[in-house]
């Protein structure tokens, strides 16, 4: 697993675009000046009131069309150093779950493209899962653990593990245990 870590989960708040400063600075602190890369505004005023108001308010999606970069970029850049900086990405220590049979992935949907250009595969996975019999199992695959849509689905009902491959995506499966 070469473009992942693994490791205990600890719970901090996922690098998402409406993370703000103040939150990215507070639950990953190891990474301040990797932030200030991507706001060299708010690094001329560190330390001082302004910095304090403005980081309460910037978004990380305001960071990247400030600098005129796809969101998506300034997130996955920045997951990415919190895992290298932290060593977790993902609680997968325990193995894989018992529920877990490649022969029953029945739906598939790769979200690369579609979070390149700016769109998001929750409604997809939404659509997706209750069509499958019980016993099923949805996998995305994207360029990151995409931790909000995750907890989601964990909420919904969805049991959902998640595997890296070697050139760096996540598998994220999702078990339809109801009908």
Partial sequence: MSGCATGNFIHRKSITPDLTATDFLENYPELEAQLLEYAPDLKEIQGTDLFVTIANSVTLQ?????????????VTELRSKASAVTGVAFDNEAGTPDWFKANLVKK??????????????????????????QGEIFELVTPFLPEPLIERLRQDGYPAWSSCDEAGLFHNYFYNRRK
Avoid: C, I
Avoid at 63 to 70: E, M, Q, T
Avoid at 111 to 133: D, N, Y
């Fill in 62 to 74: 305001h960071l990247a069309d400030n600098l005129s970069k796809p969101v998506l970029e300034v």
């Fill in 108 to 133: 598939s949907l790769d979200a690369r493209t579609l979070l390149t250009a700016g769109g998001h595969p929750l409604s997809a996975v939404l659509e997706g899962l209750p069509e499958l019999a």
